[in-house]
Each structure stands twice: as C-alpha cells, then as structure tokens.
C-alpha cells in the first residue's frame, strides 16, 4: 500500500494530519498498537521538522506484509552538521516552533528510538531526506 | 480516581467527553512540552497549559485520551473538533500547573517516574 502527502512551510495547523491518517490506516489493517504508536510517534516528529525547518516536502508512506516504510523528504535549509543535529537538546528552532510546544531538540532523537531503521541524508541549501522503517 | 472526581477537585469544566466521565485513571504527567510528551510510553492523563491544536495531535499520536488544561486556558472549536473525532475528553480549570498537580498528587494519582 502506497500513500503520499505533502507538508507545507509553516503550516502548523495541518502538522500531524499525515500521521494521524497514517494512524487510522494502520488501525484498520490491525497492526499492533503498540507498533502503531511508535511509527505514528517517528512520523509525527519527521512531519513537524519539515513544516518547522524546511520550505515544503513530501511524505511518502510504504506498508508491506510486515515492515511499513516511510520518507520524509523536505526542501529546505539543509543539515550542516548531521551527528549533532541527532544530539538529544540541539535545536535550531524558532520561537514560533517552541509556542507550538516543539523545539526542544527531541525530534530526531525520538525518530531513533522508534524506528528499526533511520537514515538522515541532507544538502545544505537543497533539503533533508529522512527516511525509516518499522518492522511488524 | 475517576475523571468525574477529577472535574470536582479541580472545579473544571469538561470541554468535550462527557461520556467518558466515569473512567477510572491512575497516573498523570504534567508538560507544556509536546516533545516531552511524545517520548511516553504509557497513557497517562495529560496536564498541560499548552493549549493549541498540536496539543490535541500530540495526544493522538501519544495515545493519550484525556487532557486538563491548567491556567485557565480554554480549547478552540477546531481543538474540540479533532478531540471529539478521537475519541478524548477535555477537561478545562483555572488552577496554575503546580496546584492541579499538587492536588491531583494528593489525591492519589501516580507519577510517571
């Protein structure tokens, strides 16, 4: 099953309908709740960073007979530095982020500790491509 | 503690939910970080003074049902909207975070860690 959606820069209204859709179609296929947790968690978190840091992107959602692949893929900024970026507490999110309740350099350290496989690729000026896989 | 308790010791309003009322909760976790919130891995009550639509999104990724909002803050439409379509319940009061949770902790609920 294919699934694709598109983020849109700063808009934090719509920020996690990608994931909640993702959530009800997990659901609806029985997938364990608390697999569904952790990829919704992982997805969520990818979708704020596009819409907080980027300029856009793509969500691209992928889910076989036991293993759902997902592919955050923004044009933005881009990640200098790609290690500390992944450090828990680094953050270079704006005020407007943090009223939002986000910002506190959590995110990519979170994707980690709910996927299987977490692959950060990143340009700087061109975009960051993020891209997971959870195992069911 | 059932929520319904909850409402009473706080003096809330309930928001949305009603007909939750009557569950039974054990623990609760008090954040206006939704990064925090979203590195839970149990279903604790959520007490937040965070009170924007990713509050509501959060919780439906955290699996989270129920919300008090602290400080007298008070959800949108478009919040209670998307609340109701997952199945949550609201619950609003106009105590400060370190008094709801004082006396939520007093009444028996349990911290996380």
């Known amino acids: ?136 | 503690m059932t929520l319904r308790e909850i409402v009473g010791l706080l003096d809330a309003t309930v928001c949305t939910g009603e007909a939750h009322l009557d569950t039974e909760v054990q623990s609760a976790f008090a954040s206006d970080l939704m990064s925090d919130v979203l590195t839970l891995k149990d279903t604790p009550i959520l007490i937040t003074g965070l009170c924007n639509i990713q509050t509501i999104r959060t919780c439906d990724m955290a699996c989270l049902q129920f919300v008090v909002f602290v400080r007298n803050k008070k959800p949108s439409a478009d919040m209670i909207e998307l609340a109701e379509e997952n199945d949550m319940v609201l619950i609003a009061c106009e105590y400060s975070m370190f008094k709801t949770c004082g006396l939520l902790f007093e009444a028996g609920l349990y911290p996380l860690f």
């Open chain 1, 1 to 136: 099953m294919h699934q694709e959606y598109t983020v849109i820069e700063g808009d934090f209204v719509n920020a996690g309908a990608a994931s909640s859709s993702v959530k009800k179609t997990l659901k609806q296929l029985n997938v364990n709740p608390q697999v569904v947790k952790r990829v919704v968690v992982a997805l969520y978190e990818a979708e704020v960073n596009a819409i907080a840091h980027a300029y856009g992107g793509k969500v691209t959602v992928d889910i076989d007979a036991g293993k759902i692949r997902m592919v955050v893929a923004d044009k933005g900024p881009g990640i200098p530095d790609i290690a500390l970026a992944m450090q828990e507490g680094y953050s270079t999110a704006r005020p407007e982020v943090r009223d939002m309740g986000f910002g506190a350099g959590m995110g990519l350290p979170n994707m980690q500790k709910n996927v299987d496989r977490l692959n950060v690729t990143s340009e700087v000026g061109v975009g960051t491509t993020v891209e997971m896989e959870v195992n069911f």
